[in-house]
């Protein structure tokens, strides 16, 4: 099964659950118990499901996912008929986004950050702009072990990932070089030297992203494999 259709299935699953969930609750029937999360653990699974859902979807560093992890960490226990909206509405969100046809909804979220750190660079703020770039690159080589089956631990470097993508066969010898080196910009940015990093670098990276973006990414969302 495709990464697109998986993710318009489990959206449609914890949609049709969280509305029989709200609908039980209206007919009154039992007791409210979404609003004792911590005593269903039904009720617990599907909200720990919806909250990973919305983080594959749309991104851990999003603001939809963000937003939902803070209103279960701030509100939970106080507020849980609340908190059980939000949550409802977060997962219709993503089951109406990933049903969209025609649109990469993993591209165009790439893509704002691409523009966020194009508009640093253009301010002068370029390890700024090498930092969110290299949030893009370590993104997209993520998603790439995942959807080729390529094993790699949660605290792995980017230079292992980048390595076990060629060594896979994923992509050829070029991109592994080009990542590389892109991937020491980034490394450069984070040790701050910043006489090592220009407009022009940096430029040259985001234009390299956008171009390795779209050839990861399908019409659907999906990741490719690289030429």
């Not at 990464?3 to 049709?16: I, R």
């Not at 803070?70 to 986004?97: C, H, N, P, W, Y």
């Not at 523009?115 to 790439?144: C, H, Q």
Request: aromatic residues 10%.
């Amino acid at each position: 099964m495709d990464a697109g259709k998986e993710m318009k299935e489990k959206s449609k699953k914890l949609v049709g659950e969280g509305d029989a969930f709200k609908k039980d609750f209206l007919d009154g029937c039992g007791y409210r118990w979404y609003r004792h999360s911590a005593r269903n653990a039904d009720y617990v699974r599907w909200k720990r499901d919806c909250l990973a859902l919305v983080k594959a979807f749309f991104g851990a560093d999003s603001r939809d996912y963000s937003e939902l992890a803070d209103v279960e960490k701030d509100r939970a226990l106080r507020g849980s008929g609340s908190v059980f909206m939000v949550f409802l509405k977060a997962v219709k969100k993503t089951q109406i986004e990933a049903a969209a046809p025609g649109v990469s909804r993993a591209a165009d979220r790439l893509e704002d950050f691409l523009a966020r750190a194009e508009g640093l660079a253009r301010k002068g703020y370029y390890v700024s702009a090498v930092t969110l770039a290299g949030t893009v690159l370590e993104d997209v080589l993520r998603r790439l072990c995942e959807v080729n089956s390529v094993f790699c631990a949660e605290n792995a470097t980017l230079e292992t990932l980048n390595d076990k993508l060629r060594g896979a066969g994923v992509y050829a010898p070029a991109w592994h070089r080009e990542t590389a080196l892109r991937i020491s910009l980034r490394r450069t940015a984070e040790l701050c030297y910043t006489e090592k990093i220009t407009e022009r670098n940096v430029l040259k990276m985001i234009s390299w992203l956008r171009e390795f973006v779209q050839r990861q990414f399908s019409r659907s969302g999906s990741v490719k494999t690289a030429a």
